[in-house]
Nanobody
Framework: QVQLVESGGGLVQAGGSLRLSCLAS????????MGWFRQAAGKEREFVAG????????DYAASVRGQFTTSRDNAKNIIYLQMKNLKPEGTAVYYCNFYYTSYTVHQYEHWGQGTQVTVSS
């Protein structure tokens, strides 16, 4: 069973940048599309970004397109989310998970601890 551990979150001022990492252990995920999701306080979890197994295809929520970039290092079993020009509305717990384009967020059953990102105005 794979374990996904997110890291890299923190407190940042609006306009700042952060890079999140997601380390997969237990089995390789380098043949699987992976995604980033987030959940703000009092709101439902939402999709943020997805990346194909080989990194050649990416997909972004409209709200972060041009601002966030996802990438992966299959040799290290790590997925990244580079976030720039952060805004207060980006404050949320960020999670990584497998990414199935046919899934709604509610269909994912297993989530890690996530990493908190707080953007101050």
């Amino acid at each position: 069973q794979v374990q996904l551990v997110e890291s890299g979150g923190g407190l940042v001022q609006a306009g700042g940048s952060l890079r999140l990492s997601c380390l997969a252990s237990g089995r390789t995920v380098n043949t699987t599309s992976m995604g980033w999701f987030r959940q703000a306080a009092g709101k439902e979890r939402e999709f943020v970004a997805g990346i194909s197994w080989d990194g050649r295809q990416t997909d972004y929520a409209a709200s972060v397109r041009g601002q966030f970039t996802t990438s992966r290092d299959n040799a290290k079993n790590i997925i990244y989310l580079q976030m720039k020009n952060l805004k207060p509305e980006g404050t949320a717990v960020y999670y990584c998970n497998f990414y199935y384009t046919s899934y709604t967020v509610h269909q994912y059953e297993h989530w890690g601890q996530g990493t908190q990102v707080t953007v101050s105005s």
